[in-house]
Every structure is written in structure tokens, then in C-alpha cells.
């Protein structure tokens, strides 16, 4: 059996044609498949304000000087995340404010998110981890009653949706990433949505040094001495490149979601009947898009190890942040239900890439693990 990759990446002989084109053509940098990118984003969202960026990282550094956060501000996230999310807090000299999940479970907790309200609370970034998405209807009512900016982080969620609408267009601010692993690959990249035009222009100027583009070169090509910097940003636009390897993805986004989607249902399936493990899931009203099959497992790092000795992809996906101490947050806050998905969370494939064979050979390996567990 081939080995069962936990991510793969996409490629396809249209996206290798644009990739030539743009390095035929020179403007590798700057041009028109950027722009284009973009509004492809926004018909897909269902959404008017899409701003195309270096990488996710950067996107929530825009959101967080848009909506000017810094030094003493706290956002409010789960430490259970990638470092490409948080790392934008402590750069830009703020605090995270730690808040747990719900119990077995990867959905951030409302009560202990209320709990953690202050005064110097500026913005919820909300992780929709792994594509699963929580109780979103509950989270935006209380950002809108305590004033508080909703980023949601749908790094890898593109596709999801809550109630029908696409995840990405709830909050104040929405970021996705284009990193070789997501949905849509750009190789790197990422995109900030802004509910408002006014932050989506400012946000386009700061993405390149604070420079206005329509202002700044005069008729001779020369950098105009008149167009004044009021504001500086500074180099974080998706590339044309980037943009050329991603847009022709969204043709056949939903075909592949949907093929997702079927893999995860066959691995419920086959795995019921295994007591040690439990199928994380979403709130009953999202249909979520399965970046990977999160599983709570009690004996995790058991099946972890058998699963890589068969060649399967299976990762504990994210360590808890908050252990770093880089964030300058002197004590670490006692999050039960993260120290617990922590020790028990697997993630598994169940991507567009893997046929049915892929799918039983991963749900075969967790039934026989669980069968020499009983043996014992």
C-alpha cells in the first residue's frame, strides 16, 4: 500500500500553464492575476471587500491595525492554534487572553470566553479549527454586545458555512490562508475580508509601504514627489505568481470539498464501533469542510504511532501556544479542556486526494489497533 498522506498539495496542468505565463511575462511581483484572485474570493464568499496578502500572518496584522490594537490591548483566542494565527498578537505588542474550548471539543467555550471580557478587550480571533466551525451565531451576538472586534480566522476553512453563509463573512474581519496545504494552494498567500470599503482601502495601501497606487508614479513613470505617505505599511502583497497558481482552484473548489466531505462520512462510519475513539464534530449548524478528521482518542499517542508505522499521515496538528513564552503572559491560565484535547486530539486524512481504498486502508489500521488493545 502507497503511503496515506495527511495534506497533499494541488496541482493541475492549468495552474502550471498560468504559472508559466506569469514568469514569461516578468511581472512575477505586481499584475493582473492579483486583482483577479481576488475577486474570484469575493463571488465565492459572498462577500465585496477581499484584499490579497503575503500570507495569513500578515492579514491579521492589517485587521489589528485597521482597527488599531497594540501595545496593552488583550484579543481574546484558543492557545490551541497554529503559531501563523497568534504570532500576529505579540507582534504587534498586545496580549492574548487564553480562552478554552468546550469539552471534547475544538469550539471555543462561550462561558469562559465571557469570563475573560475586560476592559481592555479589543477583538475575539476566532480559530475555526481545522474547517470545524462552532456556535457562531452565540459568538457574534456577544462580540456585537460588548463591542468587541470579530476576526475569524478561517485559515483553513474555506468552504465552510454556518446556517448557509460562508464562514469568512460574519465577522468585522475574516482571514484565509493560500499556504501549500489549504483548500486553494498558492504556494503562500492569504487574504483579508473587511466588512467596510474604507478598511479594504486602507488596507490596500498599507499592504504596500502605505503607498497610493493611483497617485504615487507620475505620467513618466517616476515616483511622484506630490503623493504624500501619510500612513506607512509595509511589503505584504500576494504576489502575481502566488495569485496565478491559486485562481484556477476555485473552478473545482466545491467538487473537491464535497469529495472531502464523503471521506469523512465513510470514516464515521467505519469507526463507530472503536470505543477509543470519538469523532470530534461541529455545531449542527455548520457544514464544515475537514482541513483533516480530528479524532479524540484515549490512547492517542498509541494509535499515533501505529498509524505513521502503516505509513498514514496522523499529527496532533497544533501545540498549545500558550506555552511559549514569547507571548509575555507571565502565568499560564488553567484551560482544562485544552490541556485534554492536547493529550487526546489526532488528526487523520480524509482529503479529495484519497479514493476509497486510502479511506479504508486508514479506517482498517484504527480497527485493528483497537482490536489488539482488546486483546490485551
Not at 487564553?98 to 480559530?127: G, H, P, Q
Not at 459568538?139 to 454556518?162: M, P, R
Not at 470530534?280 to 494509535?303: A, G, I, P, Y
Amino acid at each position: 500500500m502507497k503511503p496515506v498522506p495527511l495534506f497533499k498539495v494541488l496541482s493541475s496542468p492549468v495552474v502550471e500553464a498560468n504559472v508559466i505565463d506569469v514568469l514569461r511575462s516578468g511581472q512575477i511581483a505586481a499584475g493582473p492575476f492579483v486583482a483577479n484572485f481576488e475577486r474570484r474570493l469575493e463571488t465565492y464568499l459572498g462577500v465585496e471587500h477581499a484584499v490579497a496578502t503575503s500570507d495569513m500572518t500578515s492579514a491579521i496584522k492589517l485587521a489589528f491595525r485597521i482597527c488599531d490594537v497594540g501595545a496593552g490591548d488583550e484579543i481574546l483566542t484558543t492557545p490551541f492554534a497554529c503559531l501563523s494565527t497568534n504570532s500576529a498578537i505579540a507582534a504587534v505588542g498586545a496580549k492574548p487572553k487564553w480562552v478554552d474550548v468546550e469539552e471534547n471539543s475544538v469550539s471555543i467555550d462561550i462561558e469562559d470566553l465571557k469570563s475573560k471580557i475586560t476592559s481592555n478587550t479589543r477583538a475575539l480571533l476566532l480559530y475555526h479549527v481545522a474547517g470545524y466551525i462552532g456556535p457562531l451565531d452565540q459568538i457574534v451576538a456577544l462580540c456585537k454586545h460588548h463591542n468587541i472586534v470579530l476576526i475569524e480566522d478561517c485559515n483553513n476553512a474555506l468552504g465552510s458555512t454556518f446556517n448557509g453563509q460562508k464562514v469568512g463573512s460574519f465577522g468585522d474581519f475574516a482571514i484565509f490562508s493560500f499556504y501549500p496545504n489549504r483548500q486553494i494552494s498558492c504556494g503562500e498567500g492569504g487574504s483579508l475580508i473587511c466588512r467596510r470599503k474604507k478598511d479594504k482601502d486602507r488596507a490596500i495601501k498599507l499592504r504596500r509601504f502605505g503607498i497610493d497606487q493611483s497617485s504615487f508614479r507620475d505620467s513618466s513613470g517616476e515616483i511622484n514627489p506630490l503623493s504624500d505617505i501619510a500612513e506607512i505599511g509595509s511589503s505584504d502583497t500576494m504576489s502575481n505568481l502566488s495569485a496565478a497558481m491559486g485562481i484556477s482552484q476555485f473552478d473545482d473548489l466545491d467538487d473537491r470539498i464535497y469529495l472531502t466531505r464523503k471521506n469523512k462520512a465513510r470514516l464515521d462510519l467505519a469507526l463507530q464501533n472503536c470505543p477509543n475513539i470519538t469523532m470530534l464534530t461541529s455545531s449542527k449548524k455548520s457544514n464544515s469542510v475537514f482541513w483533516v478528521m480530528l479524532l479524540w482518542v484515549k490512547n492517542r499517542d498509541s494509535l499515533m504511532s501505529y498509524l505513521k508505522s502503516k505509513d498514514i499521515g496522523a499529527s496532533k496538528l497544533h501545540h498549545r501556544n500558550d506555552d511559549y513564552s514569547g507571548f509575555g503572559v507571565e502565568s499560564r491560565e488553567q484551560l482544562r479542556n485544552i490541556k485534554m484535547l492536547q493529550e487526546h486530539v489526532l488528526a487523520v486524512p480524509c482529503g479529495w486526494w484519497l479514493n476509497d481504498e486510502d479511506v479504508d486502508y486508514i479506517s482498517d489500521a484504527c480497527n485493528m489497533w483497537q482490536r489488539s488493545l482488546n486483546s490485551i
